[in-house]
Structures are given as structure tokens and as C-alpha cells.
């Protein structure tokens, strides 16, 4: 409801308000600002009009929001033009500029407060991250970034720019990432403030990602009721806590940034009338650097300027309808495509950045738009319409494919690859469909944000098609990202920016159907917004209505955050660990390799040997040796430099696999299955042991024929005490023992004592029984 119908209204409701509107006029006109005491109102009458929204408060004082709504409500003519105080008005897409409505201190808290409730979602884990001895980041994969930026302090390439050499083994796949991480690490103290920089970093990227998508909804829609929505939709969505929570330091954060400054820039280029090189400069300037840190960030980093083309497209065919220049229209991005691809080609010469394949990108797109802009251009000049102009762009576009497959065959195979691995499947989560039957993860993911997005997505393409122009980029994003999360969950998170912009039109939609809120634009005009003072219903109200749509939202975010961040067994597990390899000198990986479940591996081997690189060995080995029930096969799986296992809990469990004989016996003789001799329990909890992988001490002797022996002793270690047995019915004895202590031997009816060292353990010493 606008505040012209608000003032009608309440004068048709109470006519006697006539005459105190227009004194109230008169001195809004003389004053720029007045006190109750400067009005003839009583306090009642006053309280409803600012209620209404009619009168708002400005410093402390008074003036009427709309001055020209009330002379309209009046029956008097406007003196403005429609030009009302406090609105941004922008009567067609042809006068909008680049100046985006100012931010007074009102709205300016309320956008950090939406931005301080990103960071308070993604960070209310800071004790799990921040540990008195360690940061300790989320999940597995951010230990493969935390190598390689100590890799590059211990290489020396830590100095000047971010742009710079890296590790050879980083310089493939995210270079730009590492050397960034690693830059600012140096800033800050250097290799020992790395892991505070990759755990803050995530949450940091959120922020700005946030800002970027604050500005991108302002310049597509002029209304800062939309924009707030949105990055507060932002913050509660699942699938963008979960990839910048604190700690979770992948690549993914890193590539937001890039990704919501493309878009800003696209949309400032897209929805502006560009009346100077100012703007274009900017824009194009905007385009330039998104997509250079896009394609540098991440070898897969062309998988996110694929939107870029589909906007190409639409800027020549929305040109054409209006009869515009296209070279015109485009000119600006296609400038900012050349700055990145001169920028992309001259890193990977420069400092072996990226395959070839890769840094040419953007040169390829922009090959591409050229030849989409020329083709625009001919049929603006020649007057062929907006379908015959699709027409011949498709073909064009299907003809600049074919050049790609026959000249270029290398980087065509590349992205062959790349669209093939999109749609395979694995055993790991983030492959999985966005739409899984098995996963919900739609519903994980983003609760019923996406059910109020995606309508009012539709409803902005049908927008675009009738020709409104600054619908195009978010639009060409959402749908582009969705499609990809439908067929891989892991691109959810570059999709949450453009859900969140949409769902705060959807949900500023719903609050103007429940009378909470004005309309929305729905043609070429924004509705825009100042705040005012409001008062505590409507706040309660749009309150609970934010709870119904996004509380689910709330709770998924803060379950998605707790998953991925390491409990505190898986901690300190590998700190127990980590202790007895440096009590024992295994101070690298090839003396203290641990094997465990892949999806912690590289979090065990950093904290114990620092080399967490890869988990291709786990993955490929821990499965078939837990369910292996032939120790001496088992073993024979393991390389030589395995020195730790971690077994976790496997109540279900074969009683003869490796899984059993391990985690609930430890490696002691039971349940009718033999004991182990290689294997020594050191740390246990509820759901995980570790095991220490020795030679164990011989106890050897000899006893009559058919004598049956058994060795037994007490154990305690942190996490579990048990007693460990071994037997065995030969006349020549010999039986490995993985445990140090003073063991009883039963020889038939007899009963020793044998004391058995650490040393020996360890060695592989024979210890005698006797005779």
C-alpha cells in the first residue's frame, strides 16, 4: 500500500483530518523539518499519522514521508513531478543511473545488522575453530589449502602480491586461493597466523558476498525492503553457512566473492543508462577482475562465467526490441571480457598459473560475444526484429561451438571432461542431486527459501521476456546455477546468493499480501524505501512472518555448520596421536602416515605429520581392510609407511573382520576369533580407536606337545581399559604381543609371569616364557 492511498484512505475513514493535513502541509513546506509542539494535532491523531507511515521522524524531529501523496490525498495538484521525498523513482529502465539511493543511519544499521547475523551463524562454533592449543578448521578438505600455504612459507613464496609463484602441486588447480591466503597470512605474522587466516577467511568472504548482493538487489530492483530481505535470506540459507562457516576454508567462499562482483558489475551495466564513461568504465572494470579472479581462483572456475554469455545474449536481443545499438549495450562487458582475458593469459605465462586450456577462457568468451554482439549489430542496422535476430544467434552460437571443437580440440576435451564430471556419481555427498529423493537437500539445504525463490524467479524471467531489462543478470545466474544443482549439490552455494535476492522479493511480496508492507514494482517503476518509524505490531508481525518462512532456514544452518566442524574426539584423537609420534620421533609422513576413514584423513595427517595433501590412499585402502577378516592379508594391504589406524565404531561389524577384531576387542582373542599382534590400541572414545602399528615383542618358549598357552595382561590406555589376551597350542610357542606390561602365561595348569618392555614391543624383541 503507497502512502498517496494510505493518506486517501485514512481521510476517507476520518474526514475531519482534512484541515489538520493541510496545516501540516503548509508547515512541511516552510519547515524542513518541525516538533510536535510546531502542530495544532492532538497526540492521538499525530501517533496514528506516523503510525500510518504518513508523517516519519528525522533527527529527532518531524516531516511528512510523501509530501505530494498528501496534496494528491488532498485533492491538490503535485508540485514534484511524482518525485517523492525519500523515494527513488525511476519512471522508465532509460533514466536509471548508477547512483544508487543514499543510505541513511537508519538503513545503514539495519544492513549490519543483517550482516552481523551472517557472521553470527556461521561463527557461533568459534570455541570448536579456536581451540587453547590448535585452530582447528572444519571438515576435511580445508587441510589440502592449510598445506599448501605452509607449503608456500616453506618454499619461500610468501612476499609482495598475491599474484606470485605458488607450489607446483597448487599452481593447476587453486592458485589464486593459496597465494591469497598465503599474502595475507604474511601480513598478519606470517605461517603461524595461516590457520587463523583459513578459519576466518570464510566468514569474511560471507560478508562481502552479503554487501555484494545488498548493492546487486538495489540496482536490480531500487528497494531497500527487497535488498535486506535478501541478505537476510542469505544468512539463514543452509547451503551458504555450511560453505563459509568459520573454518570450512575451501575454495567455494573464495569463488562467491568473484561470482557476486561479476554479477553486480553485469547488473550495474545492464539496468544503467550509461550518460558518461563513468559507469561503463566501472562496470566494465567490474567484469574485468570478477571474472579473472573467477577463471584464476579455480580450474573449474569457467563453470561460473557460463552466465555471462547467456547475458551477452539477452542485452542484444532486449537492444534490438527497443532498437538500440547492441555494440552499444555490450560494449562495456565485452571491454571487461578483453581485461580479463589479457590479465588471465598474462598470469599463466608470467607465473604458470593454470593450464593453457584454462587461461584462455575468457578469450574464448569473449570470442564468443563478439561474435553474438556482431551478428546483434547487423540485424539492429538492417531492421530484422527481436525473432529473427534469436533465430540467427542460435545459429551463430552453435557455429562458435563448432569452431571450439575444430580449433581449439584441447580446450574442447577439457570441457567435455568438465561437463562429464558434473553429471557423474560418486560416493560422496556433494555430487549428489540437489533434488535427491535420498538427500532432501533441497529442503537441507534451504529450508523454504527456495519454495519462495523459485516462484518469484519465474515470475521476474516473465518480467525479462516483456522487456524489462534489469531482471536479466540475477535471472540468468539463478537459473543457470540451479540447473547445476540439480545435477550436483556442491554448486548450492553459488546458487544461494541468487535464491536469497529472490526470495526477498517473495518475501516482501507475501508481507504486502498480509497488509505488512507496500507493493512491489511489477513494471519498469522501483518501489523504493526509506525507513521510518514503525511501529512494534508491524515489527512482530513482518517478525513471525520472517520466522514462517526461513525458521526452518535457522535450524538447518546451524545443524549444516555443527556437521562439518570437528568434534572434539576426531580432535583429540589426532592429538593423542600427534603425542606419541613426537614422543617417538616419527616426525614426517613416511614414519607416521595415518590411515583412517577418507573423509578425515587429511585433518589426522596434518595435525600428526603436516603432510595433508592428499587422501587417495585412504580412500582407496581403509574399506577393504576394516571388512578384510585375514590379519595376515590385512596387514600385507598396509604400505610400509602406514604407522596409524583409526578404526571407527562398527557394532554391525563381521566378528572376524579387522573392524571387530580392532575397535571392540582390541586386537585381543575373543568371541571365538584370534587375536592380533601388530596392533596396539593407544587412544580410544565411544565411536573411535586408534591403533599404533608395532612389530610386537616374541614370546617364545617351549611346552609339551599339544599344551595349550595363553598370554594375558591388563591394559589402560585414555578412553578404555580391557584386558588383552593371546593363545596358542604348539610345543614350540611363539605368539606376538602389541601390548607392554607384565604378562600371566598359562602353560596347561602352570602360571608365569613374563614382563614385556615398550622397548621390545617396538623392536620386535623375543621375550622367553621358559621351558
Known sequence: MTEGSRATELLADRPELEAPLQDLLEIDEAHETWTFDDISLDSGTFGQLVSEGVVEKVDGEYRLAEPDAVRRALGEQPTSDDTERGSVNTPSLDEVSLSLPSVDGRAAAMLAGALTLIVVIRSYVVGSVFRPDAVVLAANDPYYYRYWVEQAFAEGMV????????PEGIALGEPFLVATLAWVSGLLGGVDASGAVLAVYPVVAAVLVGLGLYFLTMVVTADRRVALSAVLMLAVTPASSLRTALGFA??????????ILTALALAVLVSSEREGPVVAVLGALG???????QVLAWDNGPLLVVPLAAVVVGVVLLAVREGRSPVREAGPILGGLALAAGVTYAVHTTVGWHTQTVALTPAIFLGGALAIVAVGEGAYRFDLGVRVTAGVEAVAGLGSVAGVAVFLPDYWSRAIEGLGRITQRQDIAEVESLFSGDTLGFLLLFGFVLFIAVPALAWATVQLVDG?????????????FLVLAVFQVRF????????????GVGFVWLAEKVDLARPLSTGREFAAWVPGRVDRSTVSLVLALFVLVAGLSVVQSAIKVEQVTTDDASYETAAAIASFADEHGWDNAEESYVLSNWGENRMYNYFVNGQSRSYGYARSVYGSFLNQSDPDAATEELVNRVRFVVIEDGADANRMSMQARLHQRFGSRGDGVAGLGQFRAMY?????????????????????????????????????????????????????VAYPGTYNVRV???????AVSEAEVLNGTRVSIGE
Do not use: K, M
Not at 159 to 166: H, N, R, T
Open 684 to 736: 580410544a572414545t565411544n565411536d573411535r580407536t586408534a591403533f599404533v602399528r608395532v612389530p610386537g615383542a616374541r614370546l617364545s618358549g617351549t611346552v609339551g606337545s599339544n599344551t595349550t598357552v595363553s598370554v594375558a595382561t591388563n591394559v589402560s590406555i585414555p578412553g578404555a581399559s580391557f584386558t588383552y589376551e593371546r593363545w596358542v597350542r604348539s610345543g614350540n610357542v611363539s605368539v606376538r
Open 492 to 503: 548450492a552455494g553459488e546458487l544461494s546468493p541468487f535464491t536469497a535476492l529472490f526470495a
Open 468 to 480: 524489462t531489462a534489469r531482471w536479466l543478470v540475477p535471472a540468468a545466474y539463478g537459473w543457470y
Open 287 to 293: 567484469v574485468g577482475v570478477g571474472v579473472t579472479g
Open 250 to 259: 575451501d575454495h567455494h567462499a573464495f569463488d562467491f566473492v568473484w561470482l
Open 159 to 166: 612476499g609482495g602480491l598475491p599474484i606470485a609463484e605458488v
Open 748 to 754: 596347561g595348569e602352570q602360571l608365569r609371569t613374563v
